[in-house]
């Protein structure tokens, strides 16, 4: 009805137009006639094409806008919705082009048939509204802690001996940052070799944790059994420090470069006096292309898996024995001291497998059970205390955590570089480098350097008593520092003729 | 808590003052917002009686044997209603004494290859059946139905049609103006909705809710979750019919916004989800109900109800306004505003109510039935309103219902 309204009111205008032009210009009224059913058609067909793109009746659309009496409340609301895409208001205007018949009930605001879809002009989110609704997250889950996790937990005595080296920031951050996630209170004993030093202490600063920093008047050697043996006497020490300061919690050895999940931390909590979990055994090896195939080989012979260290239970969960890793296929291969190529291996069984109970440190403490040694006495003769079961009288108490070391949420990993690695102090350069030198200028061979000669000397000694196969090192000197001073003015030669060959 | 305390004070108060006023109401509906745990906890045995009507099998359980689909689907509450009954305690073998009819017959059956229960011969179904009911025994006379109760699970309840145009149309099927309904549209000042009838929630089936259940202390980390259509392609090619463009509206304003976790797809892990996130969207679509309400409430996940009008399954022993968040259709492009700015308080409190046992049992159809379940709500509902007023019996020979009314097609033989 509305359409042939509207052609009729076309059809008046396009006589209008023609009584207007024709005093200009009579000749082009045939002209002007037809020109008008082509902008009719023109314009009908734009029509379809953009009800095409909307999906609706446009031409509809149109009719209502220019002919329908439109109430101020469309005006007012068509601020809030996007012009002319798919919106339109639903309930005023609708009732009479779209809805269909007879639908109201009395009463009822809702409107059945068709409603425009209500867009805001910026459908993107507010970052203001982003954090609040983060901070709503970050509530409901706290409250679900509270509700569902650990009831009343302790705290968690973290001890972690370390020294200053190359690699001591890549490790330190990563059990820095495992241990500010942790959800409970938190005091961190770390023991560094060589005396407490700036390094150490700006770096574990930076964590905001409650920390002992204590130095242990030892060098940390080079020898990996040696620094094993180091590191024990370092933790007694701490543990020390447990007991004269009655620290209250639960202790547990996080070597700095150990990897922890957060679920050993709840998990943890579960302890009444020893506790062991299972420890994942990741025995690097020097990066060679040929030990990792070998050991590959080796590994899939017998059992593909990772090496896991832990208690072993009985059906009814009680420890009867421990996995240890299996180091005697891998012997041949070991690495020997810190950054040398070859596979770190642990011992048998690794401190940081176990947790305790810090009142079995203290002097007095009131249901310290009877099984347990003084620390005082251990350790004392200076002998090597293996594992926390030398501080017990009595193994079989020690509760399994994780589902009976089924669960691995700890892995071991020693990764080191070389000892005389060089490394900026703090990894903080300066004064800052002015001078770009290319890598061909700088004393970095492809070939290994000489190693200092303390080095030199203890592997010798252990060479006489055992045969190995020497590796790709290029030159081997014994003795004197001259030799050693000639030998690597030779080797620096050979390398500078050698590239300046390859130039 | 101490204003926790002082509002279930409150409530009860509130309900116990309205209990004694309904006795002089016939069959008004009470809009008692009991809090949860308050009227949920009755027990209705021993406070009414029904009497289960034996109607051929070609009725119930003949349908059913052409269907099992009839038993899983979000219609399936006609049957576990009925088979509950059959051996509840309520149930009365003596007419005489019960208080209540039940007429068992499964309208809600007849399905299309994908599922979709047709509406075309329910009217005539349920017609049939009341003819044989009202000539082999004489109660549905005595009252012309107005102490039987009928299940209706299907879209629109008794109007019998999907579309709602003409399930308005329709109406409520004549025969059963005076009876009770139990249904699980609702919707205020509609047609299809009529004073006194009872709002269950769909069924959802328990057994695979319960099997996908994830420990509590798994951490919330989904702010608002919702999966399902935004547009209905096949039946509204033009946009704008369904749900009266809200689904689309939270498409258009949130697809991009990273709190928003909404999509078309149907993982795997649909039940893990939800109870990883803090609210699920609960919108319309051509009907205002969803299964989503219950299997939100079973995941702790706080509802948000988009659906103007809309009347919740049990509102009467509910208090839904304290347990799920309501927004206008018209609201949904402040959908994130909205959410983001509820006090955190009442957020918490929210989840303390869903995590209320009784609470999630009044959304179940478990089979066996337990106690505080769906069928005992159901049944507490009808408990309610007795005893009936005494204007509902009418004289022999009185007739009020017109026995030929409604479209010509509803008055075949069925």
């Known amino acids: 009805m509305k359409l042939l309204s509207a052609l009729q009111q076309q059809g008046r205008r396009s006589n209008n137009f023609r009584s207007a032009s024709s005093q200009l210009d009579s000749a082009v009224d045939g002209g002007v006639k037809s020109q008008a059913t082509i902008f009719w058609l023109l314009l009908h067909g734009l029509c379809c094409l953009v009800s095409l793109v909307l999906g609706f009746r446009f031409s509809r659309l149109v009719f209502l806008l220019i002919f329908s009496t439109s109430s101020p409340s469309t005006t007012s609301t068509a601020n809030l919705y996007s012009a002319f895409h798919t919106s339109f208001p639903s309930t005023t205007t609708t009732p009479s082009t779209e809805a269909v018949n ?281 002998d090597d205390v293996e594992s926390p079961l030398s501080l017990l009288k009595d193994a079989s108490l020690v509760e399994p955590l994780g589902s009976c070391g089924v669960k691995v949420m700890l892995w071991w990993l020693r990764v080191e570089a070389r000892a005389d690695s060089k490394f900026p102090a703090r990894w903080i350069i300066d004064p800052p480098l002015d001078v770009i030198v290319p890598a061909k200028r700088t004393p970095w061979p492809d070939a290994p350097p000489e190693l200092p000669s303390s080095i030199k000397k203890a592997i010798n000694i252990q060479d006489n008593t055992e045969k190995r196969t020497p590796k790709s090192r290029t030159t081997r000197s014994r003795g004197s520092r001259s030799k050693r001073k000639r030998s690597a003015k030779v080797s620096i030669e050979q390398v500078t003729t050698r590239y300046s060959s390859n130039k | 808590m101490k204003k926790w305390v002082s509002a279930m004070l409150f409530y009860f108060a509130f309900c116990v003052r309205i209990e004694a006023f309904k006795f002089h109401k016939t069959q008004q509906t009470e809009r008692i917002s009991g809090s949860a745990g308050d009227v949920l906890e009755d027990d209705p045995v021993g406070r009414l009686k029904v009497f289960v009507y034996e109607l051929p099998s070609k009725y119930n359980k003949k349908i059913l044997q052409k269907d099992p689909r009839c038993l899983t689907h979000m219609f399936a509450a006609e049957i576990y209603m009925h088979r509950f009954l059959l051996s509840s305690p309520v149930r009365t073998l003596n007419p005489e004494e019960a208080d209540w009819f039940y007429t068992p017959v499964y309208t809600t059956c007849d399905l299309t290859p994908n599922g979709l229960p047709l509406p075309f011969k329910s009217p005539r179904m349920m017609r049939s059946a009341i003819q044989l009911i009202s000539s082999n ?71 695979k809710m319960q099997t996908h259940l994830i420990p509590p202390s798994t951490p919330r980390s989904i702010f608002v979750y919702f999966r399902g259509l ?59 109900w969803s299964p989503r309400l219950v299997e939100a409430v079973i995941f702790g996940c706080i509802p948000v109800i988009i659906a103007d009008d809309i009347v919740l399954p049990f509102a009467d022993a509910i208090p839904w306004e304290d347990i799920g968040v309501f927004v206008a259709e018209k609201d949904v492009p402040k959908l994130d505003t909205i959410l983001t700015s509820i006090p955190i308080e009442e957020i918490l409190r929210k989840q303390r109510l869903l995590a209320n046992p009784s609470m999630k049992q009044a959304m179940l159809f478990p089979q066996p039935d337990q106690s ?25 020979g009185n007739k009020i219902l017109n026995w030929t009314a409604g479209p010509v097609g509803d008055l075949k033989p069925w």
């Not at chain 1, 609040?132 to 997250?137: D, G, L, P, S």
């Not at chain 2, 919707?187 to 057994?207: E, F, M, W």
């Not at chain 2, 505080?372 to 022999?396: C, E």
Request: hydrophobic share 35%.
């Open chain 1, 102 to 382: 007879g639908i109201i009930a009395e009463g009822s605001r809702v409107v059945v048939g068709r409603h425009g879809i209500l867009i805001r002009p910026w459908p993107h989110p507010d970052p203001e509204e982003v954090l609040k609704a983060h901070r709503i997250i970050e509530r409901v889950q706290r409250e679900q802690r509270i509700q569902y996790g650990v009831k009343s937990p302790r705290t968690v005595i973290a001890i972690t001996p370390t020294y200053v080296r190359t690699f001591q920031t890549l490790h330190l951050t990563g059990v820095m940052h495992s241990l500010m996630n942790v959800p409970y209170d938190l005091i961190w004993i770390v023991v560094e070799a060589g005396g407490a030093t700036n390094e150490t202490a700006t770096l574990v600063s930076k964590s905001g944790l409650k920390i002992f920093h204590i130095g242990f008047n030892a060098n940390m050697p080079i020898l990996w059994e040696d620094r094993h043996k180091l590191e024990v006497k370092m933790r007694l020490q701490a543990l020390r420090v447990v007991k004269e300061n009655r620290l209250d919690g639960i202790v547990m050895f996080v070597d700095d470069s150990n990897m922890h999940s957060m679920e050993l931390f709840d998990e943890i909590q579960n302890v009444k006096w020893v506790g062991a979990v299972s420890v994942g055994i990741l025995a690097h090896s020097g990066g060679s292309e040929e030990d990792l195939s070998v050991a590959q080989t080796e590994k899939n012979e017998k059992n593909p898996q990772m090496p896991v260290q832990g208690p072993s239970c009985n059906s009814s969960n009680h420890v009867v024995g421990w996995h240890t890793f299996d180091v005697l296929p891998h012997v041949e291969r070991r690495a020997r001291y810190v950054g040398d190529r070859g596979i770190v291996l642990p011992r048998k069984l690794e401190w940081s497998g176990f947790i305790l109970n810090s009142r079995l440190f203290w002097k007095e403490a009131k249901d310290k059970p009877q099984w347990v040694k003084d620390l005082d006495e251990v350790g004392r003769d200076g």
């Open chain 2, 137 to 207: 025994w004489p109660y549905w006379n005595r009252t012309e139905g107005a102490d039987h109760f009928f299940i209706v699970p299907h879209d629109f309840g008794a109007c019998f049609h999907y579309q709602e145009e003409k399930a308005i149309e329709r109406g409520i099927l004549t025969l059963l103006q005076r009876a009770t309904l139990v249904q699980t549209f609702g919707q205020r000042n509609h047609v299809c909705l009529k004073d006194g009838s009872i709002t269950i929630p769909p069924y959802a089936p328990p057994q």
């Open chain 2, 230 to 288: 935004f547009y209905d392609v096949g039946n509204d090619p033009e946009g704008g019919y369904y749900a009266r463009g809200a689904r689309a509206s939270v498409w258009e304003n949130f697809k991009n916004n990273p709190l928003f976790d909404i999509s078309t797809e149907h993982p795997t892990t649909y039940y893990e989800d939800m109870q990883r996130a803090v609210f699920c969207l609960c919108p319309l679509g051509w009907a205002p």
């Open chain 2, 372 to 396: 505080r379940d769906a069928f005992h709500q159901i049944l507490n509902g009808l408990a309610r309103k007795l005893p009936h007023d005494t204007s509902v019996y009418l004289k022999p």
